[in-house]
Nanobody, 128 residues
Framework: QVQLEESGGGLVQAGGSLSLSCTAS???????MGWFRQAPGKERRFVAA????????YFADSVKGRFTISRDNAKNTRSLQMNSLKPEDTAVYYC??????????????????????WGQGIQVTVSS
């Protein structure tokens, strides 16, 4: 069982930055991790992911060049650095874990159904 907890959300002005963290706890060997977001009235959408080895990262076109994803294995933490934020980035952000090397390409990491565990989500609001 893996438990995920997001932190770092909040309110920021357009053009600003926020860093989200996702800390994993529980019994697991290796996990790839993804970030998704869901705006009110919209479906949950892929944002970014990092493979369990940390050697591959994936980003949605809407955030490419503005967001980065990194990991700290010692702390079991994956972080999403969000720069040049826009009002359309406003959403509840979720981190999710996929066990082992199950996913190895964008299509897999971008599919919510592939993930085994989810955090509860954290609000990010970007004001114009």
């Amino acid at each position: 069982q893996v438990q995920l907890e997001e932190s770092g959300g909040g309110l920021v002005q357009a053009g600003g930055s926020l860093s989200l963290s996702c800390t994993a706890s529980g019994r697991f060997s290796t996990v790839g991790m993804g970030w998704f977001r869901q705006a009110p009235g919209k479906e949950r959408r892929f944002v970014a992911a990092i493979s369990w080895r940390g050697d591959s990262t994936y980003f949605a076109d809407s955030v490419k060049g503005r967001f980065t994803i990194s990991r700290d294995n010692a702390k079991n933490t994956r972080s999403l650095q969000m720069n040049s934020l826009k009002p359309e980035d406003t959403a509840v952000y979720y981190c999710a874990a996929v066990l082992g090397g199950y996913c190895s390409d964008y299509g897999c990491f971008a599919a919510p159904s592939k993930y085994d565990y989810w955090g509860q989500g954290i609000q990010v609001t970007v004001s114009s």
